[in-house]
């Protein structure tokens, strides 16, 4: 590390030929090898620290720019290697900038008195009025804020987590702001109190106040034209652009808020997408994404959620203020002009269609569609299974992972299947056969929560929750037996045996993050005696969590298996584990086939419709398929012909290596 040293006579002398001025050069120091040519036109004043001028910036265009202060107003600054300040309006002041930065054309940029830069403002997420408060920090989860929002029955517990968050927030407070190396900040207004992490790129933002940026080199932040953002945090690998205006927001890693979209007192987590619209007190777990003008997100939790145009809800019953809230289970979906009166919450990949105004809780129906029919809400269990929309959102949200950092804050499942969804699935079961029993198996409807279920869905949705059943206990059955030969039921059986206890019981989804109850009770408790203190410690757990899923996931599964096919683990044979993979592939390949013909309807004489302008019949077939392809050939519908053989074959591969096996 370089240390610094005072300016020479013949340097001050030369500064001031070069118009720079200084109230004190005593309190001005520089690195060894310094020299003042570049810098000109320039005020000093308070402590100041200046590196070395050595290298060229190229620039847009093929233009070439010295590094160098020129034309500026610097206030207890210090300045790294090969920067250039040029053309500050008003001033900067308190700021340590380091090497490579780039800042020209701004107006002022400062930190006045001490301050925590954004970490601890207080987010009025689901609950407008308060009561769900989520106090922001740079190492925010989004399975803390889950924690922190909803688990307002255990007050020790909120209470020790705030105490987790202050104690960060009062770590990282102070008088002087940082703006690391490699920094871009080009056509910028007003800065204060705000933390510039390196690589982050600012141009033309209007007002950026109290918050922190969380950029690196893995993972730049850009922010971009027009853009007002105060009390924030913005995490590595967002986007915030297109005069965005975001207020008391967290913004997660990898988020995109562009095209005038406007947000308060909001949470935004990995991988979200906001354009056009407008957020208020919304929780929105990893991906959720809104594109369109008209809709409008507000009060909910959502998570791997979809907005369709002029979706909207609704949190105020004009009685006692803006204070119900809605949860909208991971996966889901709205069409375009639906709407949800809160309090509701709606069940795990579900499909919204048109208006509800019941307050229904369906999270124990997931795959479900609710559909608008006479002002009630109509309810087709399991019915999204078979929808090839669903299949293909489970394969893509993995793949649009743009997250960099190789600190990741959120862990995310991306699974479609797992013991939180199949547990819901066994209540969705248990629902539909008390409802069968109650008004007897001819009946025309039912009601549950206010809403109806027809006699044709309700089947449906028994026989769709059971292949779905066997499906997900089938893959895990068959996971646990890949690739070992077996000579006696004996070795199939000490296979079989978890050995372990996580993983039996609930579990939950912590937006985004699935794991055991029981073990996020541990956590918990841990965190209320006193044992878990730190930030830090809270997200070892979940990221142990996290990478214990699939060990835990068989210990469910191994006993889900057990009761749902009544067996025993000290009786269970060959022949039953050739049965159970029967079943599987049976369901796996129905269920392919559904999903199959359901992909085959776009691609139906009706969804030709608008092509071959002008042409006959022939031609708008012809035009489909230039735009469209041919059905036989889309990607989705020869990976799930695949999909079917590689199961089949998967399936036929463990019957041989056990079939000898009596």
Partial sequence: MQLYRSLTEAEIWALKQNGCSCTDWDAVTVKEGFLPEHIRDTQFSGKIELGLFEKEFSLAGGLKKHAGINRAVLHNCSVGNNVVIENVQNYIANYAIGDDCFIQNVDLILVDGHTTFGNGVEVNVLNETGGREVHINDKLSAHFAYIYSLYRHRPVLIERMKAIIDYYCNKHASDRGTIGNGCMIVNVGYIKNVRIGSHTMITGAMKLKNGSINSNEHDPVYIGRNVIAEDFIISSGSTIDGGSFITRCFIGQAC???????????????????????????????????????????????????????????????????????????????TSNSYVLWPAKVGAFSLILGRHYQHADTSNLPFSYLVEKDNGTYIAPGVNLRSVGTIRDAKKWPERDKRKDPDKLDCINFNLLSPYTIQKVFAGMEILRNLQATAGETSEIYTFQSCIITNHSLKRGLQLYEIIIHKFLGNSLIKRLEGTRFSSNEEIRRQLDPGTEPGLGEWVDLSGLIAPKSEIDTLLNRIESGEITRLREINEVFATLHANYYVNEWTWAWDKILSFYQLTPETITSADVIHIVQKWEESVVNLDEMIYCDARKEFSLSFKTGFGADGNIQEKALDFEYVRGVFDKNPFVTATLRHIEVKKALGAELIERIRHIR
């Avoid at 619209?277 to 594109?291: D, I, K, M, Q, S």
């Avoid at 959620?305 to 889901?332: C, D, F, T, W």
């Fill in 256 to 334: 995109h808020i562009d095209h005038g979209y406007s947000a308060s007192d909001s949470l935004f987590f990995s991988n979200c997408q906001g354009e056009n619209g407008e957020a208020c007190a919304l929780f929105a777990g990893p991906y959720t994404v809104t594109h369109h003008k008209s809709t409008l997100l507000i009060a909910g939790m959502f998570s791997f959620m979809n907005a369709g145009s002029g979706s909207n809800q609704s949190n105020h019953m004009y009685k006692l203020g803006p204070i119900h809230q809605g949860i909208v289970e991971r996966g889901a979906k709205t």
